[in-house]
């Protein structure tokens, strides 16, 4: 049988970051995120708490800069559409004091992102990772990205041919291949988790084999995923299991190692010292 050649992942260069470019399976240095809801309203933000030890928004990023994150991840998980002008204002604010390279976060809902993740990186006085569009928005968001020559992570159910679908139609609306992060989506246990795994390892296996299409750097949101689950956010279970804020942490560091083992470029987490542990060097 004849052996298949392995080519590289897609190089991104983000600020005084290089994400991908690897040309073997799994990753062995993946950059992490570290994701911090700017709207407190996010369950998973309760691993953190203890942490950040604050309520105040500026305390709160002061810790998450010095945190050993590669890049400070602001979620603007807000409700409602009248609620964007305020982000806007909140993020102007902010944008003096952060210092690290940033992704920004949407809501998670498409009639909201469509007007918020433009106005956001409108107002960014830099490049930025911006998070996400789908096949429901990318129409309306990927202009202004490709204006601003921002990174755009493309989101996709977990398929490998609706990923490749909507990294075709990005690019035929004139965006760069190198400005793209695939996300194929994931579930936090058992199947979700499971078959999100074999997903993420098929489109690296095939991006590796030279797809143009597929061979963008992976994120993952498992971890915040992870943290969803009855068992990581419910503390109704016998003391053998911990308290709750240990399980949850070692609920996310699960996720992220099974992550990091399957390809993912960037993993994307929400307790800082996790972070740390992921950056251990292996014995």
């Known amino acids: 049988m004849k052996e298949t050649t392995l080519n590289s992942i897609r190089k991104i260069k983000f600020q005084n970051l290089e994400i991908g470019g690897e040309d073997s399976f799994p990753i062995l240095n993946p950059v992490y995120v570290l994701d911090v809801p700017i709207f407190n309203t996010d369950s998973i933000f309760s691993i953190a708490k203890n942490f950040y030890g604050s309520n105040d928004l500026k305390e709160i990023i002061t810790k998450a800069q010095i945190s050993d994150c590669d890049i400070l991840g602001l979620k603007f998980n807000i409700e409602k559409s009248e609620q964007i002008s ?148 419910t503390d109704g279970y016998s003391s053998s299991w911990g308290t709750l804020e240990d399980r949850a942490r070692f609920f996310e560091l699960a996720a992220a190692s099974s992550i990091k083992a399957c390809g993912a470029d960037i993993i994307v987490m929400n307790y800082p010292p996790n972070i740390s542990v992921m950056k251990e060097p292996e014995v």
């Open 86 to 233: 305020v982000v806007i204002e909140l993020f102007k604010d902010l944008l003096p004091d952060l210092t690290k390279p940033l992704m920004l976060s949407g809501s998670g809902k498409d009639e909201i992102d469509s007007v918020l993740l433009p106005k956001l990186i409108e107002n960014s006085d830099r490049r930025v990772i911006l998070n996400s569009v789908n096949e429901n928005t990318y129409k309306d968001i990927i202009p202004y990205v490709i204006k601003g020559n921002h990174i755009v992570v493309l989101k996709s159910p977990i398929d490998i041919n609706l990923a490749k679908e909507l990294n075709i139609l990005s690019a035929d609306m004139g965006l760069s291949l190198d400005n793209m992060i695939i996300d194929t989506d994931i579930g936090g246990l058992g199947y979700g988790l499971e078959y999100g795994y074999s997903i993420m390892e098929k489109i690296k296996l095939e991006g590796l084999k030279g797809d143009k299409y597929l061979n963008m750097p992976i994120i993952s949101f498992g971890c915040g995923e992870s943290l969803k689950t009855k068992e990581a956010k």
